[in-house]
């Protein structure tokens, strides 16, 4: 039994303009450092056995804290990357709409079977998130483990091992705040989602 600790990584200097981005390695705002700041300040006090992250830049400078404070290795996992939204890379979704008015339409309408123009496949990229997880579930079975990753794929996992269609990952799950916990329990096959969104406290046992 594994408890991992999902945390969307904090803003970036693309959020004031909601841009997607992605697998693009843009680093984070000030807001997003205290953010990286904050969660350091929880995770020395939640008993973490280790700490993971997406090697996209935005997550390893959310993580960076929260290792330097626990003195914990972090382990680069290059599965917890970002889905890749293809040529909307950097766009906002108006930008997108006027460029790809058709292919937006059918991605709003079943955003798993329909990923953004030159995107990945979301069920590809749920699979390699899902299969991630779950590696890190078995290299520290019993433990606490922070995992530092991103907006969709947080989302996409949750609900591929929640047994919720993809297709309605965005309605389900409308979006994972910067810096807040997601706590998922591992058991063998066995999925418990114990928070969503959870604003981070300084009382990390109780979490």
């Known amino acids: 039994m594994t408890n991992l600790f999902l945390v969307r990584h904090g803003t970036t200097i693309w959020h004031a303009e909601n841009r997607y981005a992605g697998v693009t390695d843009v680093e984070l705002d000030p807001?997003?450092?205290q953010q990286a700041e904050r969660l350091g300040i929880w995770a020395s006090e939640a008993g973490l056995n280790a700490i993971w992250c997406s090697p996209l830049r935005r997550a390893?400078?959310?993580?960076a804290p929260a290792a330097r404070i626990t003195r914990l290795d972090l382990h680069n996992?290059?599965?917890?990357?970002?889905?890749?939204?293809?040529?909307?890379?950097?766009?906002?979704?108006?930008e997108a709409e006027h460029l790809y008015p058709e292919e937006i339409r059918r991605?709003?309408?079943?955003?798993?079977?329909n990923p953004?123009?030159?995107?990945?496949?979301?069920?590809?990229?749920?699979?390699?998130?899902?299969?991630?997880?779950?590696?890190?579930?078995?290299?520290?079975?019993g433990g606490r483990v922070?995992?530092?990753?991103?907006?969709?794929?947080?989302?996409?996992?949750?609900?591929?091992?929640?047994?919720?269609?993809l297709a309605n990952y965005r309605i389900v799950f409308p979006g994972v705040r910067n810096g807040a916990?997601?706590?998922?329990?591992?058991?063998?096959?066995?999925?418990?989602?114990?928070?969503?969104?959870s604003p981070l406290s300084l009382s990390g046992q109780d979490q």
């Open 77 to 94: 996992e290059k599965r917890l990357s970002e889905i890749d939204f293809g040529l909307v890379e950097g766009k906002t979704i108006s």
């Open 146 to 165: 922070l995992v530092v990753a991103h907006n969709t794929i947080i989302r996409l996992a949750l609900c591929s091992l929640l047994g919720i269609p």
């Open 60 to 63: 390893r400078q959310t993580a």
């Open 181 to 197: 916990l997601t706590e998922i329990r591992l058991e063998n096959e066995k999925v418990a989602l114990l928070q969503y969104n």
């Open 31 to 33: 807001v997003g450092y």
């Open 116 to 141: 953004m123009p030159g995107g990945e496949d979301p069920y590809r990229a749920a699979c390699r998130v899902v299969a991630a997880l779950q590696n890190i579930a078995a290299t520290h079975p």
């Open 107 to 113: 991605f709003q309408s079943d955003p798993a079977a």
